[in-house]
C-alpha cells in the first residue's frame, strides 16, 4: 500500500502561480513513477504530469512550459509548480503513485482544490 497526501491548493488570479505538494509515504520502493492528474467539474479525470525514478517527466500539452513536476525523494515529496495559470486549470489535483503492486496497482490522494479565477 501506499498513502498519498496532497497540499497546497487554493485560489488564485489568472497569471499567477501555485506549487502543490504531495507526500507519500508506505511500500515506497514498489512506486515507479508519480504523477498528478485533475478533474474538472462535469469532466474525466485528465492526465497533467509524471516524473519517473530515473527523472524523465512527461506533461499534458496543455501544460507545457507552464507546470513543472518535480520530486524529492530525500523527504518522499512530489511538487507541482504551476505557473501562469488559466481558468481553464480549475479542478481538483489528484497525486498518484504507479506501483509493481498486485497488478501494477495505482494509488491516489485525496485530491486539492485549484480555482483560478479570471
Known amino acids: 500500500q501506499v498513502q498519498l497526501v496532497e497540499s497546497g491548493g487554493g485560489l488564485v488570479q489568472s497569471g499567477g502561480s501555485l506549487k502543490l505538494s504531495c507526500v507519500y509515504s508506505g511500500d515506497i520502493s514498489s512506486i515507479y513513477a508519480l504523477a498528478w492528474y485533475r478533474q474538472a467539474p462535469g469532466k474525466q479525470r485528465e492526465h497533467v504530469a509524471a516524473?519517473?525514478?530515473?527523472?524523465?517527466?512527461d506533461y499534458d500539452d496543455s501544460v507545457k512550459g507552464r507546470f513543472t513536476i518535480s520530486r524529492d525523494d530525500a523527504i518522499d515529496t512530489v511538487y507541482l509548480q504551476m505557473r501562469s495559470l488559466k481558468p481553464e486549470d480549475t479542478a481538483v489535483y489528484f497525486c498518484?503513485?504507479?506501483?509493481?503492486?498486485?497488478?501494477?496497482?495505482?494509488?491516489w490522494g485525496q485530491g486539492v482544490q485549484v480555482t483560478v479565477s479570471s
Open positions: 498518484s503513485a504507479e506501483t509493481t503492486l498486485g497488478n501494477m496497482e495505482a494509488f
Open positions: 516524473i519517473l525514478n530515473s527523472g524523465s517527466t
